[in-house]
């Protein structure tokens, strides 16, 4: 069956960066699009962007242009997002989904703290 | 961006009992191939959301058929019939016309 499977919690310090990760399987990882969410407890869901694991090609809300960076990996049918220059702002639950999200992964926690 | 807003903020629903809940969207979701880009999620506690409606009438797979979708351009609704002690959560609409994809702010469904 589809599965998404996400890295574990982080906690990161301001100014620094992490990369998430959303290993997936049970499904063709190469034809298919990968999105990202952020969600702060408490709060609704917010769009980032998206990425089709064909050709790494990338749509990205414009409010997290620069703030996101999307990739691929065919070869282990996983798929990234690093997020950069981090502020309490940043800290969130994140999760991937795929196509129109019929998937989605577990989610992982961010906390941005000094 | 397009907003989408829905209501009621809350509904408290007795089991069996049918449940409505509304979404409008800023602008038209519907796309000149006559598709209407309007979906539906559920949150349960501490869960990812999951799909239940998509192109705003269409079923997901596995989603119980007391749950339908039905609406316009710019309004929506969800019903949900003969509520469930697992329907309860966060229902969230979504538009997926345009960049960027956007949500309304969830209304909180409990059982009475």
């Known amino acids: 069956q589809v599965k998404l499977q996400q890295s574990g919690a982080e906690l990161v310090k301001p100014g620094a960066s992490v990369k998430l990760s959303c290993k997936t399987s049970g499904y063709t990882f190469s034809t298919s699009y990968m999105s990202w969410f952020k969600q702060i407890p408490g709060q609704s869901i917010e769009w980032i962007g998206m990425i089709y694991a064909g050709d790494g090609g990338t749509g990205y809300n414009q409010k997290f242009k620069g703030k996101a960076t999307l990739t691929v990996d065919t070869s282990s049918s996983t798929a990234y997002m690093d997020l950069s220059s981090l502020t309490t702002e940043d800290s969130a639950v994140y999760f991937c989904?795929?196509?129109?999200?019929?998937?989605w992964g577990q989610g992982v926690m961010v906390t941005v703290s000094s | 961006d397009i907003v989408m807003t829905q209501a009621p903020l809350s509904v408290s629903v007795t089991p069996g009992e049918s449940a409505s809940i509304s979404c409008r969207s800023s602008k038209s979701l519907l796309h000149s191939n006559g598709i209407t880009y309007v979906y539906w999620y559920l949150q349960k506690p501490g869960k990812s959301p999951q799909l239940l409606i998509y192109r705003m009438s269409n079923l997901a797979s596995g989603v119980p058929d007391r749950f339908s979708g039905s609406g316009s351009e710019t309004d929506f609704t969800l019903k949900i019939s003969r509520v469930e002690a697992e329907d309860v959560g966060i229902y969230y609409c979504?538009?997926?016309?345009?960049?960027?994809?956007?949500f309304g702010g969830g209304t909180k469904l409990e059982l009475k």
């Open positions: 989904a795929r196509d129109t999200m019929a998937y």
């Open positions: 979504g538009q997926l016309l345009e960049n960027p994809w956007t």
